[in-house]
Structure formats: structure tokens, C-alpha cells
């Protein structure tokens, strides 16, 4: 065990059988060796700092049927919202005046929001603030409204692969396509932006040989950011009998993938901090590097029900933004407020 993780701290690469064999044999001794070599990789890539986003979740429509996703088009449960282009721009302000200097856009696919009003929003933002990032998260949308954004001044585009199964994916999507999600993710990268690609832990069925799928399709990909958390049941899905991912599970993964890609940025999600109380603070000592408290209006933070048991909804932005400070701070790291770009790319471009 400990010489394979030492064969990827050194490559940053093992193939499918080696990276199944550490998934399947690792125990107590072995785990606590790999968070160890996750933290040395990323203390000499981006030292203590953990970056901090601001998301804006605008939206809970959505025109996909994700079986797992508790905003899914299936769920008549949802109390539906959208926020107007002021009330964006309000989060905003609102957080530029907190010392956030990226703002992550995010939404169900929501056709309402023209390709011409996401442009809008875009510029504005980036008209207002000259220090400031945009994160796009909107789902899978043609190459021309990619480029459209792009040229409007976006910086980046999370859009999680989900599972690098196709045959897993098919099981847990209604109307997406693998293909599509996949071809999505190279065009991003092609336009220009820095792309977060990412994956659930613990989907119903998903094996280790799944999970050792996503580690090489990442490593092909090459993302700037990687989001990874644990699946959590939603109770109006048919999932909502089913076990979630661990916490132990989500650590060993956010650990090795930030041996596979040292210049990673990695956020310690939202969701591992719902799964365990100190969930994120585990997965910043394992390899992540940022965080994305909320800036979305408390009203309507519950309606962006993604799973159960969702932390944070009732918090004020100001609230959130200390609290996460505090628990990074506590657990021996810094906060940096910046854009904070991935170093790799900065070099390049
Ligand atoms: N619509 C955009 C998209 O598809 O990329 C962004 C919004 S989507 C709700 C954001 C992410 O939430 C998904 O990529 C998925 O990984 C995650 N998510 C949805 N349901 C979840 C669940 N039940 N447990 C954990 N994560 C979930
Ligand atoms: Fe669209 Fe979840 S199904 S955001």
C-alpha cells in the first residue's frame, strides 16, 4: 500500500488495477499515509491557503431529471424561485463588500435566463469589478452559448461529470446524455476557461472500479477544479431509502485526487460538511483547497434543496463567511480572498 502512494506521489499517476487495489485495501495505517502525502502535494502547489468563493444560487428550475437531485423537473414538492438580475447583482455587491473576489453562478438548467440575460449579468459584474472572477455553473448548454459567455468576460465552468461510468450515469439521468456531459466539459476547455469537472461518492451501485474510472478520466481531462462529494439521499427522489456516501469514502477520494492533480483546486463541498459536522475541515487536511459559503438570500436558501439535511440555509452571507474563516483557521490553515486562480494555469495564460 505504502509503496503505491508513494508511486503517485511521485508520478501523480497509477493505472486502473493499482488505483482499484488502494481503494479496496486501504485500511487505517494506509489511509492516514495518504491524507499525509495529499497535504505535503498541496502544501508545495498552494502552501496553507484556502480559497474562498461566493455562490449564488439564482435559480432551482430545471428543465433535467437527475434521479438523485432533489430539484430535479420530476419533484412537484419544489417551491420554485428565480432570482431577478437585480437581486444577482445585489449577492453581489453584497459579497464584494464581504472580500469575495469570485462569484459562483449557479442554477438547475433553467432556459428562462436567455443566453443574451446571462451575458448581461456577466458583464455588469465584471464592468463593476475589475479584481473579480466569474464561476459559471449552468449545466450543459451549446458550444456557441459557451463562447458567448466566455467572450462576455466568464472565467470559468463547473460542470461535474457526475460518474466517468457511462453505464452509471445512464442508470441515475433521464434526459442526459454521457456523451453530451463529456463533450460539454472538452469544449469548455477548448473556449478557454478554467473547468471544474467533479463526482459524487457513494451513488447507489457505484463500485470501486467506477470510482477508479473518475481518478483517470481526470487525469485525461485535466481540470483546473474538481468538486467531489458524498451522494445524499433526497426524500422526494427514488433514491430516498438508500445509503449515502461516507465520509471516509469522499476523504480517500478528495486524497487522491489532489495526487493525481497536484495544482488542483479542490473544494471542501457543502455536502461533507452536512454528512459530518467537521466534514469540510477533514477534507481541507486530506488535499482540498476551497471553500464556497453561500451568498444567496436566506428566503430562499431551503428552496435549493439538492439533498437532505443541507448545512448553512438559515445563515446571512456575514454569518457564513465567518464561520467557515473560523473552522479553516482552527484547523491550522489561512483564508485567501483573492480570485484565486489555479497556479497551473495562470502560467500559461
Ligand atoms: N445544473 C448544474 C449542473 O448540472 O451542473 C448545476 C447545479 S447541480 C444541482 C450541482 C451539483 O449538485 C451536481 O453536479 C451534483 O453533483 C450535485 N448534487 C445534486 N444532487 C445531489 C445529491 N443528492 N447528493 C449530492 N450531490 C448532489
Ligand atoms: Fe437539474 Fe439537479 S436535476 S439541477
Known sequence: MKNLIDKLYKNNYLDFDEIV??????????????????HETRMKTYGNK????????????????????????????????????EEIQECSELGYSLGYRTFVLQGGEDNYYSDDMIVEIIKEIKNKYKDVAVTLSLGEKPYESYEKYYNAGADRYLLRHETASKELFEKIHINTDYNNRIESLWNLKKIGYQVGAGFMVGIPTQTKEDLAKDLLFLKELDPEM????????????????QQGGTLEDTITMIALTRLFLPHGLLPATTALGTIDPLGREKGIKAGANVVMPNLSP???????????GKICTGDEAAECRNCIEKRIVSSGFSIDMSRGDNIKWRQNN
Open 21 to 38: 487495489y488502494i481503494l479496496n485495501h486501504i485500511e487505517n495505517q494506509g489511509k492516514d499515509y495518504l491524507i499525509e502525502k495529499a
Open 50 to 85: 484556502v480559497y474562498m468563493r461566493g455562490l449564488i444560487e439564482f435559480s432551482n428550475y430545471c428543465t433535467k431529471g437527475c434521479k438523485y437531485c432533489g430539484i430535479n423537473s420530476f419533484n412537484k414538492n419544489v417551491e420554485r424561485y428565480r432570482l431577478s438580475l
Open 226 to 241: 474538481v468538486g467531489i462529494g458524498p451522494f445524499i439521499p433526497h426524500k422526494d427522489t427514488i433514491y430516498k431509502n
Open 298 to 308: 436566506t428566503t430562499v436558501r431551503e428552496k435549493y434543496s439538492l439533498y437532505n
